[in-house]
């Protein structure tokens, strides 16, 4: 199944300890939802705090994803459905961090298999 979130702002783009990779941090209040993900520096140009961007998570690859700020494949390595859903992944090796405060089970489904694949327009 397809996650969408419309309303996202980038809160962050900080350094990460690793010499060319940023660590961007997407949250939305509304939707519940918080994002953490280390991408390298070139892949963040068009990425700036405040801006409001629109996330697909889906666990097929997505039509259109290339025509997006950002596509990517990734892996599911750990989640946890304790108080929301947790999921702990890779993109090309990465780290990415997905909360969910109230996933319903369709977008639980959707890190079921070890891939998916999200866009950010």
Known sequence: MV?????????AVEDAETRRLKILKISSKAEGVSLTLELPEALCGSLTVGDNIGIIIDSKPIPAGESSKLYVEGNVFKRTNKEGLEVVGSIGGL???????????????????????????
Not at 3 to 11: E, H, M, S
Not at 111 to 119: G, L, N, P, Q, R
């Open 95 to 121: 780290r990415l961090v997905v909360t969910l405060a109230k996933a319903t089970p369709s977008q639980s489904s959707t890190f079921d298999s070890d891939k998916f694949y999200m866009t950010i327009k």
């Open 3 to 11: 996650i969408r979130f419309k309303n996202t702002i980038i809160d």
